[in-house]
């Protein structure tokens, strides 16, 4: 069986009265988007659309034309956010009507993005705009209305179990407490026994059986193995205050894409349930004038390349419906993050994605080896290799800083 490529999807392109009332009368995830500016040469902003435009996901035909680009390019599924604040929905209208409707004819599941919304889009504790507050009485109610989108046909299944992931575990009081409610309810109301599945971002390394889950789902990219800063330290924000660096480099954190790359290929995998996950680039300054990262020297054909290998570690640990890879993301503009084509790269990133996928389908399947069985590197080689990165990156960065004192053309 060919390994089946789930994208993120975002559906914060519609306004609502939450973002009128936060961020002024119109606002939606372009408001981000189009106000982005180069921050120092070789910076790749805005990101802007090229074939599907700024749409509107109130639209019917813009989620027709999303899913006809993504079959036409390999992608299985969509897995889309799915916003509840103790009974409270937001954004949920464009999912809401493809379930309504039927339409468009294309696999789907969710994530619930369970952090607080801030104004800061951090998930964090401070200015707060909406909060989170969990209960038993809540997770009933949450997963009771779920219950037509788990019975969906189009919903995605893992050995015929509805796929649902939670974004942040780590925040619920008792997660073994929700999915064994989620999983009784779901079993009443004839949706069956759920796949559950936590996101490794913020916190990984949790065995996903010790809180009743069934996965986890890697998340890139994250924090850990990143590679090292292009600039950083004391020196970095002295230049910039001499106008000798961009202040981007002291206010932002910038990596190269070819480093986090390298990086989640080539980390341990875990002895659990792992699915993994690759992006073709990251750019979150449009949401953050501060604070933000950015992934430097993306390309179609690293991409390929990251993607491939996912594929081929998926091939060679897990077996029949367990051989997903997720993709951050479809659509996630604000965050310099997505497959669907811009004026800079076209369809290239999706051509990409469906050379990798048609070469692991191409190439000869061994059967999977148990997670269990497979031995866990060492942690010593892992710190080599880390401090390999390292090294490489400190030395580039310093050309990057001759280069840039100098006023020479970047690569």
């Not at 939670?166 to 925040?171: A, F, N, S, V, W």
């Not at 986090?260 to 995998?269: D, T, V, W």
Request: aromatic residues 12%.
């Amino acid at each position: 069986m060919t390994v089946r490529a789930i994208a993120f999807y975002l559906p914060q392109y519609h306004p609502v009265p939450e973002n009128d009332a936060w961020w002024g009368p119109g606002f939606t995830e372009w408001t981000n988007v189009v106000r982005a500016r180069p921050l120092f040469p070789g910076h790749y902003q805005p990101h802007l659309p090229a074939d599907l435009g700024f749409y509107d996901l109130r639209v019917a035909e813009v989620r027709e034309a999303q899913a006809a680009l993504a079959r036409e390019h390999g992608i299985h599924g969509f897995c889309y956010y799915h916003y509840w604040f103790n009974g409270r929905r937001i954004l949920q209208r464009p999912f809401a009507e493809v379930l309504a409707s039927g339409k468009p004819e294309f696999p789907f599941c969710l994530c619930w993005a369970n952090e607080n919304w801030t104004r800061a889009w951090d998930g964090g504790t401070k200015e707060l705009l909406l909060e989170q507050h969990y209960s038993d009485a809540d997770d009933r109610q949450h997963i009771r209305e779920l219950i037509p989108a788990l019975k969906d046909p189009r919903y995605i299944k893992i050995h015929g179990r509805p796929l649902l992931l939670i974004y942040r575990t780590e925040l619920l009081p008792a997660p073994e407490r929700t999915a064994s409610i989620w999983r009784d309810e779901a079993r009443k109301a004839g949706a069956g026994e759920l796949y559950l599945a936590r996101v490794e971002n913020f916190k990984g390394g949790i065995d996903p059986a010790t809180i009743g889950f069934d996965a986890a789902v890697e998340f890139s990219p994250n924090a850990r193995n990143v590679g090292q800063r292009v600039f950083m330290g004391p020196l970095t924000k002295h230049l910039s205050r001499l106008g000798i660096l961009p202040k981007a480099f002291a206010h932002h954190s910038v990596f190269r894409y070819s480093a986090i790359a390298e990086g989640k290929k080539n980390q341990p995998r875990p002895a659990y349930k792992q699915f993994r996950c690759v992006t073709p680039m990251w750019d979150n300054t449009p949401r953050r004038r501060t604070d933000g990262r950015i992934l430097l020297g993306s390309t179609p054909d690293l991409y390929r390349t990251w993607l491939r290998t996912a594929i081929a570690q998926t091939q060679q640990r897990l077996n029949g419906d367990e051989r997903v890879v997720f993709i951050n993301a479809w659509n996630e503009w604000a965050e310099g993050c997505h497959l669907e084509p811009d004026r800079k790269w076209g369809h290239q990133y999706l051509a990409a994605t469906k050379q990798a996928l048609q070469q692991a389908a191409d190439a000869p399947s061994a059967p999977a080896t148990d997670p269990s069985r497979v031995p866990v590197r060492s942690a010593r080689p892992a710190r080599l290799r880390h401090a390999y990165w390292r090294a490489v990156e400190v030395c580039k960065g310093m050309a990057e800083i001759g280069r840039t004192v100098l006023r020479l053309p970047t690569q």
